[in-house]
């Protein structure tokens, strides 16, 4: 079952579209694990379901006793990388009129999309949902632009979310002048802080956080970064799972992991 909803985001003081997964049975009075699932740069909320058809993947797993039921929340991210945007003063128009495909609605996706996501959203799911609320039932998990933002913020917060899977992430391994109104100008602090390679080169401790990173052998976006996180994560001895398989940065590449990727989330519960 799917559920639509907007929520008045006081992080963002606007409208936030929200899609909601319940499971084959789902009953108020349960209490369920939940995943939190970050779309891609330039789609949205609808492409975990819509294009990778993971409710209907979900809904099979579980009639047939493979994995455990579970909630799955989809929110709008726009093109945010759904982290606090540095948001530096200046004129990007000229760099958007560059690239108009590219960066078409990114400066509206600028803000506290982290503290949307961590407050707005997990707070409102929280109170309306019967779900667990303890690390070890929260999952956050993200495609390309979602994958880099699960990274940011469960590095961030590494006693908030049990597992973090970051799948193609793109991982901007410095900076550089796109989209500035993300990561920052000439800032090294602020990038340090949005860049999941800068925070777990600081991890101090993850309360037991099961990581896992994946991207396709080709992938020009996840490449040299998730090599270069994948070192950092070992530096620190931190353990995680790290995976490049055969494939490029595309829709058949994570569909063709989708049921992989379900049961990771799964396997702790």
Known sequence: MIIDRTL???????PMRVRVYLPPGFSPDGLYPVIYLLHPWGADERYWDETLHLPQLADTLIDIGVIPPFVAVMPQGDKSYFINAANPQGDFDQLVSGSPDQFAGALEGCGDYGDYLLEDVIGWVEATFPVRTEPEGRVLAGIAMGGAGAGVLAFSRPRMFGTVAMHSPDLIVEPHFGPP???????PLAFAARSPIALAENLSGTAGMRIALDHGCDDPYSQPGAA???EALLDQG???????????HSTDYWAAHLGEYIGYYTAAW
Do not use: M, P
């Open 8 to 14: 008045r985001s006081r992080a963002l003081l606007k």
């Open 181 to 187: 109104w993300i990561f920052g100008l000439n800032d």
């Open 228 to 230: 270069l996180l994948h």
């Open 238 to 248: 931190i353990t995680h799972r790290f995976h490049v398989n055969a494939g490029t």
